[in-house]
């Protein structure tokens, strides 16, 4: 026993790990009771056993194990960390304690298991089970299928999760042990009682025999909902729910509540591993279903069905398989294999749920035509497979295609298609089936229900039935309202059968809970539920109660019945209450309010308010009115005040100054007090006794005003008419409704009580005194403003000469529109109150309308009337209609209960006898105004009928019915009328006056619409018909209803529902579909507010013109109006167009000689576009071929057929060639007369004439070169450009004919291509004729040769693309040609062009062959020409900028590539300023081509049209409000001509609206990121920087200021300039090409913006100024190095130079300066040191050592000597030679300090020379030594150079002015005149710029926003005039180049704003943004000038093209 004490003393944990199983076993035990007895559960000694617990689950000794089993079952129910135990732990349980032979070993694993679960570690705990499942053990298998079991069964299938079990179950089932299977069985048994059938697909693979058995316990497991009973740790709330209701004793029914809760509903599919099948179909599969025995087919067939039974396949394409099987189902002769493809389908659909929803909409209509089949194994397949389809989509899917089979005509059909739609609706909840679904299929199954066969019928009823079941009554009913009784409880005899899908659980526990009100349930409920009602209840009441208490308890001062309506009007206002945050008072007693009053008023004042002094009074009236308006509204006892004054004398006050101060202080203490209803009820009375008063009535009306704006008009208004008739006086009563008329105006009509005033305006109208008469009739023609026709109602049986007197003050106010409520806003609709007041003042006319009293006259329709109306002799139902005509005109205004007598009228509408039917329609038309907006609920059954009769024969029936129509139609509105199939059915009728009438309506009244209901559609198909109905009017109603139906369903819609038209019908159909796109009205726009806003009108005004446009035109006004020239008033409205164009098509049945009146070409508005677009779309061919094949000819054909008349189509597609030249003939013939037409057709023209080139007839080529030259001409002269589709489907054909061996045609095809460049770039041309220069044919090469060289002679180089040196490179290679006409035209084209371009041409063609070049050399030297200026053509090349860009030659011509197509043109004018100068563009286009082409004959024309508008400098500019178009979306859709869309994205960016400005920046960011586009920007990114510098100055200065507006947006904004920044610098090459000026104002911006505190107060404001460093840091990277540096040197000088300038800023440019230089050994060799030295000299300059040193930090002098250490140590000795653009280098301390820096750094490295300072002399004597030549030599080298030409004129520039006496002549002499002219010209430029930029210094920092003077403009003309070569006033003589050098001026780098006030939209920009800009325009950059051009003649002109060609200008005008 020795050892036994031993083990005894050690501690329980140890005891737990001894080797003796009796210390185990009794270390167990006392951890046992350890266990029971901790309380904390976190308390540190449970982590001492954590490593241990397995250890007790384990225990090799059977007895200690029993014991650790119930120590570690009290461990995992009581520790905290038990959790971190459950992996080992249940394992050990497994393997170790289920193979026990005990059985309470056994039992107690399994609660540990279950314990774990209930500690929320139920996941792995099932992983161990299931592991324990492949144990080989058979013991241990079955413990885990019982503990898997017990847990289910406690806790439920939400917490144990079934899909593995379920997985390994059928494998169990397979066990040979019994026990096994049997365990397995209960564990089946258990899952079914969860799930049910769920469990049946996983196990129908099992044994028969156990599926047997199974389904036999199955049927025995009890059909009430399973509960979960044990709770996991964080479901207690559950468990005590639970708990109580056992308690109570209600069983598990009782918890109806959580049932949904309880058991989650389990998906067998989700159960269930997926099948791939498509791998395993046949090999041969496509073939043999395709094969022509059907045994093979069948074959194909069952192999699927195999594949498909898997009930779960993986998701694939299944798209071929499912067309083949709907190939099968569709077209199939054998209805076997129908049957068996249907059971594929419904396999596939099974297998892949929502997967299969994409193949269903092409599935269901196959399969619902087949229906037609009547065996029942083929219509059973079919059901199932639809049915298997449905569930794997929507309904509102499917219900187009379903609905389209409805009426079909057999009945099977029909019936199955109302059967499947019982179904389907079956597995709709409410939700899902909404109204606008029901309503169609209602409609439909109606139809069914009255079908003449029984079965569709009863198909029909349970169908109905079923939506009635799943929809309820209340969404059904409005659509069963004309069923009759019998049929209506058929319905819902059939809905009572009806079995839901959805419903059948929550319907259960409905009922249980309507049948029980147990105590469990109402226990439950009391408490919290009741409470919180009446709660609420209470508080609601509260304030009302208080409300009308305190305002009917106001002591009458006069009269009772003023009282009575106080009273009345605090109850009716009480709702509105609480919305309008009324201040509620209680009325204070007379002493409280002299205490209040004594505490605010001075004592005298209280004193002498009651004196016998009259002036006293007024006296006292004066101080307190001092008092008052001193007061803080918070410290104002408004009551009291008015109390005091209310005192005696009170109102009846003799004196009438006192009495108007009086009523002033009324008037003050409303408005600067918290004025109550209780203090207006105080004073309101004595206000309205002296309204009438002659001295106070104004003061009177004003206080009534004030008082009204404080307590609400409506309230106020009722108060004061009802005391001012509640006495005698006429005065104030006709005062009063004079005030209240003013105040209507003043607050809007929102919210007043009609009745009550139209009740005292009667009294009014009564009254003997005409004052009061007249007053009353002004105020109704105040409410007609608000209330409209309907308010005369109310006073139809007034005396007949007051009517009139009414009639005539209503006619008055007829056109007006009520005013805009200017008072009454601030208290009730504080936020957006205007919509709010609109939609009210909209309602109001409905309003006035219920409240006429009306009349019931249904006791009036008996029986015996009906019958009358019924009556089989026709004269006995006149006498019923009579008296229902007597009744109505005794009834005026009735209810909408009229009986049968809606059945009875219905029946007369298709009278035999017209005249009753007349009478019928006349009594309904009464009937609608008699039952204002009532009369909806008999449209149905009364309005269609009516319909019905506009089919009548007779004109005037239809007339009449088309009145009532419109009388019904303007009481219920239009959605009645087009809900539901009836329209569409009317429509379907083909009777000719029905349609014509119907859609002429429907065209009158869908325009006004804003929205429709989507039934509409149902009408389209029958519109198509209509369009080809063989009734000529028809069609042309059609026609006009068709852009209105378009307008509301969208084109996309309509060209869908074409898919059902025959094919020939389906082409004429969309081609008028496109033809009405381009005439498609706008939705209206809701009813549009004359708000307050709009006061200045500056903008609207300006927009007049257009507007008589945009009325007939809709939308498309710009792009379709007609040529300005021919624009008639109102200019051709789109009826005129249509019924022009209609004439000829409508009418095919005219004589042949009629048929050819009218014009040859129609106008399609917008036609031509729309091609374009489809032809960009690649929706149609394009134009491209060798020869034309007939579908090209074909598609040609199908495009003319709309804008072409018919009778010359068919002489232009004859097959006969006299046709063709009959055709060319007519077209010459209408060319003059109808230019329009031709224009806009004329892509389709030249199309035509192409294919005639490809005609081996001569005389119809030679037709057609003549109709081509006058075609030509006339567009010239017509200024019209062809776009890009015209010319490339047009020239490449016209070019092949140059190459025809006759030489007439060439001459003719040379003259042609000639008048081209008229109306075509020649730059655009050239491409074209190169490419032509590839040809076979040598007479073509030759031709094309020649004429490239007469373009080059024309036009100069600037023709040459894509550049002169490939070009060039190009025509070379001719020179080698086999042909010598070829070689000829090569040499004599190449001499051309070196008589333009001299020299520079041997470098551009690179190298030749030996033999070529000394032929070429030869050649030149032969043709001996001096290079002289090439001749201006005569012919002017017009750029298509000449067009006037003013608003209202909308209907410009499309320029070349649209370049300013009208689109853009309506962009821009409609854009962010054109309002104030619509017509200014023009003018300040800088129109080289222009000026180049003009020989000098028109010399004033240019000054003239500036000066005209010189005037508008000096006007005020008034700041219109931005109204800015969104950019169009794409930058593809605007134009082909990329350059000019991208400038006017870019000009977009810097838009003051910060959504336009967003818009552009995304498209930019678009292109950018897109890698193929992203080379577009090159050319512009200057522009883009300056842009987008400009939009953050302006954010700066004018968004970040602006209150109101959103500063997420500002954020927005900066988020996207950052982010289009970044992207643009990612990219190197782009980049590179931003300006040194650009850069510096870049940077300025940026850092800038890290500066602003505002923005660092934003809520993204850190994230902004993250991303602007990112962005820096990406500048100072990818920039070009030299301007990077260049830009920031110069910056941080301008930074210290300014005083204003923060230190930070500087500190910040020079940190930037630090990253540079640290970037420098890897830069330095792409850097311009020259620059960066001259840069650096500069600053030394300005900065000599002894200023930087003054500076407060010494940071300024540290980075200029780290730069220049840095230059030194990388560049040694050889820095010294890049000082060559310092002109004088004693200037600065420059150069001593580089030599200083050298010196050092040799002394250091010990190399130092001997002499280094006489090297450094030597190095800085160079410079002077050097021969002149040589630096001059240099320089001219860099102007020749087209890179360096810019840098080389500023070189010889600055060199000039240094060595004034430096000869260049010997220089410029050996040059063409050309080169000279351009360094002349090239000089003053940088003369004129340089000087200028002197000249207007002081203006450069207006940044500050003082005004800008004329002065300044004026300045700024000046230099532009002087840049142009325009005389100043003095009219000087030009000084002579060499003077203009001699003037010094200090080389600044120019700000790139300069470059942006060539821009016409600078002039357009408010002055407001001017102030945002620095002003130094005359700086303007000849970069600047090539930015704004965007000459879209050639994209990429560069600036060097541009200045030759001013050069030539000059030269050519000397």
Known sequence: MGDDSEWMKLPIDQKCEHKLWKARLNGYEEALKLFQKIDDEKSPEWSKYLGLIKKFVTDSNAVAQLKGLEAALAYVENAHVAGKTTGEVASGVVNKVFNQPKARAKELGLDICLMYIEIEKGEAIQEELLKGLDNKNPKIIVACIETLRRALSEFGSKIISLKPIIKVLPKLFESREKAVRDEAKLLAVEIYRWIRDALRPPLQNINSVQLKELEEEWIKVSSAVPRQTRFLRSQQEL???????????????????????????????????????????????????????????????????????????????????????????????????????????????????????????????????????????????????????????????????????????????????????????????????????????CAALLKHINDSAPEVRDAGFEALGTALKVAGEKAVNPFLADVDKLKLDRIKECAEKVELVYGKKTGGAAEKREGKPVAGKTAALPGPGADKETKDAATKAGPLKKASAVKSGVPPKKGKPATAAGAGGAGAKGKKGPETKEIFESELSMEVCEEKAAAVLPASCIQQLDSGNWKERLACMEEFQKAVELMERSEMPCQALVRMLAKKPGWKETNFQVMQMKLHIVALIAQKGNFSKTSAQVVLDGLVDKVGDVKCGSNAKEAMTAIAEACQLPWTAEQVVAMAFSQKNPKNQSETLNWLSNAIKEFGFSGLNVKAFISNVKTALAATNPAVRTSAITLLGVMYLYVGPPLRMFFEDEKPALLSQIDAEFEKMQGQTAPTPTRGISRHSAGGGDDGEEEEQEEVGNDVVDLLPRTDIGDKITAELVSKIGDKNWKIRKEGLDEVTSILNEAKFIHPNIGELPAALKNRLNDSNKILVQQTLSILQQLATAMGPNIKQHVKNLGIPVITVLGDSKNNVRAAALATVNAWAEQTGMKEWLEGEDLSEELKKENPFLRQELLGWLAEKLPTLRSVPSDLLLCVPHLYSCLEDRNGDVRKKAQDALPFFMMHLGFEKMAKATGKLKPTSKDQVLAMLEKAKANMPAKPAPPAKSSSRVVGGTAPAKFQPGSAFADDLGSNTMESKPDPKKAKAGGLSSKTKGVQGKKVLSKPNLKEDDDKSGPIFIIVPNGKEQRMKEEKGLKVLKWNFTTPRDEYIEQLKTQMSTCVAKWLQDEMFHADFQHHNKALAVMIEHLESEKDGVISCLDLILKWLTLRFFDTNTSVLMKTLEYLKLLFNMLSQEEYHLTENEASSFIPYLILKVGEPKDVIRKDVRAILNRMCLIYPASKMFPFIMEGTKSKNSKQRAECLEELGCLVESYGMNVCQPTPGKALKEMATHIGDRDNTVRNAALNTIVTVYNVHGDQVFKLIGNLSEKDMSMLEERIKRSAKRPSVAPVRQAEEKPQRTQNISANAGMMRKGPAEDMSSKLNQNRNMGSHSETTHTVPREFQLDLDEIENDNGTVRCEMPALVQHKLDDIFEPVLIPEPKIRAVSPHFDDMHSNTASTINFVISQVASGDINTSIQALTQIDEVLKQEDKAEAMSGHIDQFLIATFMQLRLIYNTHMADEKLDKDEIVRLYSCIIGSMITLFQIESLAREASTGVLKDLMHGLITLMLDSRVEDLEEGEQVIRSVNLLVVKVLEKSDQTNILSALLVLLQDSLLATASSPKFSELVMKCLWRMVRL???????????????????????????????????????????????????????ILDHLTMIDNKNESELEAHLCRVMKHSMDQSGKADKDTEKGASRIEEKASKAKVNDILAEIFKKIGSKENTKEGLAELYEYKKKYSDADIEPFLKNSSQFFQSYVERGLRLIETEREGKGRIAPSTGNTNGEEVGPSVYLERLKILRQRCGLDNAKQEDRPPLTSLLSKPTLPTVASSTDMLHSKLSQLRESREQYQHLDLDCNQTHSSGIGTTLASPSSAAANIDDLKKRLERIKSSRK
């Open 239 to 441: 468990k005590a729910k639970f708990e109580q209701q056992q308690a109570v004793g209600g069983d598990a029914d009782g918890g109806g509540d959580d049932e949904e809760e309880t058991v989650p509903q389990v998906d067998a599919y989700e159960l269930l591993e997926a099948v791939e099948i498509l791998s395993k179909l046949p090999k041969d599969f496509y073939e043999k279903i395709e094969a022509k025995k059907w045994q093979e087919r069948k074959e194909a067939l069952e192999a699927v069905e195999l594949l498909v039974k898997n009930p779960k396949l993986e998701s694939g394409d299944y798209a071929d398989l499912v067309k083949v099987l709907k190939k099968v189902v569709g077209k199939d002769t054998n209805v076997m294999l129908v049957a068996l493809a249907a059971k594929c389908l419904a396999g596939l659909a099974t297998g892949l749920r929502k997967k299969f929803g994409q193949y269903a909409g092409h599935v269901v209509p196959t399969i619902l035509e087949k229906f037609k089949e009547k065996k029942p194994q083929v219509v059973q397949a079919l059901q199932e497979a639809i049915d298997a389809i449905f569930l794997t989509t929507t309904l509102q899917n499917l219900s187009e295609d379903i609905l389209a089979v409805m009426d079909n005509k057999n009945p099977t059909i029909k019936q199955q298609t109302s059967l499947f739609i019982a179904r389907s609706f079956r597995h709709c909840t409410p939700s899902t089936l909404p109204k606008s679904l029901l309503k169609p299929f």
């Open 1720 to 1774: 420098l050994p890897e830069t330095i060799n792409s850097i311009n040191l020259d620059r960066i030295l001259l840069d650096i000299h500069i600053f030394m300059k300005v900065f000599p050592k002894e200023k930087l040193k003054q500076c407060k930090s010494d940071f300024p002098i540290r980075t200029l000597k780290t730069l220049l250490h840095t230059l030194c140590k990388l560049k040694g000795p050889k």
